[in-house]
């Protein structure tokens, strides 16, 4: 379980980012972040693994104590937390395996990651994540030949080799199309769902938070207005959030159906044994 308690961001201007906030994240659940922009969505997530560094309060991953810790121990409880990114940050110039393996960089050693040689066993479970994504025919392609879509499962696959025990998402869908976007929060989800992962997204489709989030949280000035499932989303709690608007079109209504539900997220593609042949210089 993820558990914040008075989590308070103030930057050196003064601006107070977050106000003491109260968040519990049991274990395998999937939760949006909504809000408008400024609200501080973002900074929660970066508060969580330090990215941010929190002015208050308290993070703990279930028996660790994120916000005392310091260099080595911050190192090694940050193995533990996944990140997925809004544009992507993968290293362009190198291939799809690369960036994947890059997640392992926490548990090799200096000289193994500065030659990029990784255990065969690193690069087994790279290509089981490749081929779960729909990518293992790409394995060898470098990341600026890749799709939007294409780059964010690269990036999924890069945060799940690390055998994390929670996922940070911030705005995975914000460069996508409205096609790719389903896709990729549906195989979040259901990632999320095979390994028994939490989930936090930060995410500003209201419609996509609905159909895929199973508890939705607004935050509004730095506080939470919302804490609840998303069928309870209505137009009132929406102007709590983002202020006075014709919400009629931006919630998902009970009966309306994912069209897409019920297909594989991703097409599947059968690997050759030259890709596994190609790629041995990493071992």
């Given at each position: 379980m993820l558990r914040i308690k008075?989590?308070?961001k103030r930057y050196r201007t003064g601006d107070l980012a977050l106000k003491g906030i109260d968040l519990d994240v049991p274990d395998s659940q999937v939760m949006a972040l909504i809000g408008p922009s400024g609200a501080g969505k973002s900074t929660v997530i970066r508060c969580i693994n330090r990215l941010v560094e929190p002015?208050?309060?308290?993070?703990?991953?279930?028996?660790?104590?994120?916000?005392?810790l310091r260099s080595a121990d911050l190192?090694?409880?940050?193995?533990?937390i996944g990140m997925i990114?809004?544009?992507?940050?993968?290293?362009?110039?190198?291939?799809v395996m690369e960036n994947v393996l890059s997640g392992r960089l926490g548990y090799v050693g200096f000289w193994q990651s500065w030659l990029r040689r990784f255990p065969q066993s690193d690069i087994d479970e790279a290509f089981r994540l490749l081929e779960r994504v729909?990518?293992?025919?790409?394995?060898?392609?470098?990341?600026?030949?890749?799709?939007?879509?294409?780059?964010?499962?690269?990036?999924?696959?890069?945060?799940l080799i690390q055998n994390p025990e929670l996922l940070l998402v911030d705005e995975p869908t914000a460069s996508l199309d409205p096609k790719t976007s389903r896709q990729i929060m549906?195989?979040?989800?259901?990632?999320?769902?095979?390994?028994?992962?939490?989930?936090?997204?930060?995410?500003?489709?209201?419609?996509l938070?609905?159909?895929?989030?199973?508890?939705?949280?607004?935050?509004?000035?730095?506080?939470?207005?919302?804490?609840?499932?998303?069928?309870?989303?209505?137009?009132?709690?929406?102007?709590?959030?983002?202020?006075?608007?014709?919400?009629?079109?931006?919630?998902?209504?009970a009966a309306?159906?994912?069209?897409?539900?019920?297909?594989?997220?991703?097409?599947?593609?059968?690997?050759?044994?030259?890709?596994?042949d190609r790629l041995a210089g990493l071992t």
């Open positions: 008075g989590l308070t002015t208050a309060g308290s993070v703990a991953l279930n028996d660790t104590e994120i916000t005392v190192r090694r409880v940050r193995r533990r990114f809004q544009e992507y940050a993968l290293v362009e110039r190198l291939t729909g990518l293992d025919h790409m394995a060898d392609k470098r990341a600026d030949e890749l799709s939007g879509g294409q780059r964010q499962r690269v990036g999924i696959c890069r945060a549906r195989l979040i989800k259901e990632l999320c769902a095979e390994r028994k992962l939490s989930a936090i997204i930060n995410i500003h489709d209201v419609m938070a609905q159909m895929f989030a199973e508890r939705i949280v607004g935050l509004r000035l730095g506080e939470i207005v919302y804490d609840g499932p998303p069928n309870e989303l209505t137009p009132a709690v929406l102007t709590s959030i983002y202020g006075e608007e014709d919400w009629s079109a931006t919630i998902r209504k309306d159906e994912d069209p897409d539900s019920g297909k594989d997220s991703v097409v599947p593609f059968e690997r050759s044994l030259s890709d596994r």
